[in-house]
């Protein structure tokens, strides 16, 4: 049996996409355990290059099976968008199964999301993507979220939308806004029931079987750990849980079920959102890593924050997921750089402090940094750890060491087959 779990170890927009579709060429199922597609991962093949949203990355691999997870929130609109653009590079769909039990983003909840964003002050803004997950998740919670399998049962759809739009209607007119339909969404339901209809199914005999018959199992993460409900900045978070440990909730699997866990992490930091970001450089250098690094978000384009490596929010990270290993993205955005920085902890209140405190303890704090000669010489080539240059492997080293875990993959470059592979996984 082998179930690896690859989850970001930062803020999100690791790299995690490229991972899972290098992994899924040899896996027999990948399983997204959380999120909606507020997130995107961007994968780079043969087939060309893809911004995912809400499809597992590894839809490429014909013979894996893809499973958008119970703990998912899905807008079918959205996600049939997605797969027609696969569908369009000649890529099959055939094997993507949505859980039944996973969450709908329904109409009214982007546009509460949007409402709910503008009206916090510029400064304390979550920078949400206003694609409904946080409201949506919050019918979830409120037991009166609509699920994916109600769209296949008409008349239970109906009682279960009348009271959840009954709140949404209620929230929308202290905004001024006009209401949502019932009519008219229940005709969006029946036109999502007939596209995705056949994709809806049971999860769970599908996952079990896999994972009793020692399949090769992936479970994908979105964002990372620093954006997590309960162990990132909040309140400037995700709504759902992108750590390892909600994995096998999300996929439906037994915790003791992983055999390992893969952190994604770049070889610098960067954010997309609100909230403390300690690294974060505002001079030259912070936009020379987001120019080289074409730093911009996959789902909405905006200029990621950026700044130097935070080994004190890796070592959070790895204590968090317990990672068996890293997987270190972006190396070679840092080939030209005559010297680089690493955090090693921070600054508070006059003390070095070597872990990540909550967030208004974070907003006070200050990079301690340490200084490391950059390797001036190209890594894009590199195919093996010997490959790669001496200051390169000494910097990787010291990456290592901060988290506690060892490197099993560097990646030099976007391309499917620009990764030095330490550890295959066997």
């Known amino acids: ?81 997605e797969l027609a653009e696969v569908e369009a590079a000649g890529v099959s769909t055939a094997n993507l199964w949505i859980s039944n039990r996973a969450h709908l983003v329904m109409p009214y909840h982007p546009r509460l999301d949007g409402l709910q964003e503008r009206a916090l002050s510029a400064g304390r803004r979550i920078g949400t993507t206003k694609r409904g997950i946080g409201p949506a998740y919050t019918d979830k919670a409120a037991r ?13 759809l109906r009682e279960r939308l009348e009271r959840a739009l009954g709140h949404a209607n209620d929230l929308l007119a202290r ?10 969404l229940l005709a969006t339901c029946a036109r999502w029931a007939e596209a995705i209809g056949p994709r809806i199914v049971d999860t769970h005999p599908l996952v079990e079987s896999a994972v009793r018959g020692g399949k090769h199992v992936l479970l994908e993460g979105q964002l990372g750990v620093m954006r997590d409900l309960d162990w990132g900045i909040y309140p400037y978070v995700t709504s759902s849980n992108p750590t390892a440990a909600y994995a096998p909730a999300g ?60 080994g004190v929010a890796i070592r959070y990270a790895a204590w968090l997921n317990g990672f068996t290993g890293l997987a270190v993205t972006k190396l070679d955005v840092l080939d030209d750089f005559e010297s680089i920085q690493i955090c090693t902890g ?30 001036r010489t190209p890594t894009v080539e590199a195919r093996r750890w010997d490959d790669l240059p001496k200051l390169a492997r000494a910097f990787l080293h010291r990456i ?27």
């Open 1 to 81: 049996m082998s179930v690896t779990a690859v989850v970001g170890a930062q803020w999100g927009d690791e790299g995690k996409g490229r991972v899972v579709d290098w992994l899924a060429q040899r896996a027999d199922m990948v399983i997204r355990f959380q999120g909606g597609d507020n997130a995107g991962h961007t994968v780079i093949n043969d087939h060309g290059t893809f911004k995912l949203h809400m499809v597992p990355s590894g839809v490429f691999n014909p013979d894996t099976a893809c499973v958008v997870g119970t703990g998912c929130v899905v807008n079918p609109d959205n996600l049939l968008v």
């Open 144 to 156: 009166r979220g609509i699920r994916v399998g109600d769209l296949l049962r008409p008349a239970w």
């Open 175 to 184: 905004y001024g806004e006009e209401p949502d339909d019932l009519a008219a």
């Open 251 to 310: 996929a439906g699997i037994p915790a003791t079920a992983i055999t390992d866990v893969i952190g994604v992490v770049k070889a610098y930091s960067t954010s997309v959102g609100g909230g403390p970001f300690t690294c974060e450089l505002h001079d030259e250098v912070g936009q020379r890593l987001r120019d080289v690094g074409n730093e911009y978000g996959a789902t909405t384009g905006r200029p990621r924050r950026c700044g130097w490596f935070d």
């Open 346 to 375: 921070y600054l508070l209140d006059g003390e070095t402090i070597a872990h990540v405190p909550d967030t208004f303890d974070q907003e006070r704090c200050t990079p301690v940094y340490e200084t490391w000669p950059g390797w």
């Open 400 to 426: 290592s060491e901060l988290a506690g875990v060892p490197i099993r993959f560097v990646s030099v470059g976007a391309e499917r087959a620009q990764l030095v592979v330490l550890d295959p996984l066997t």
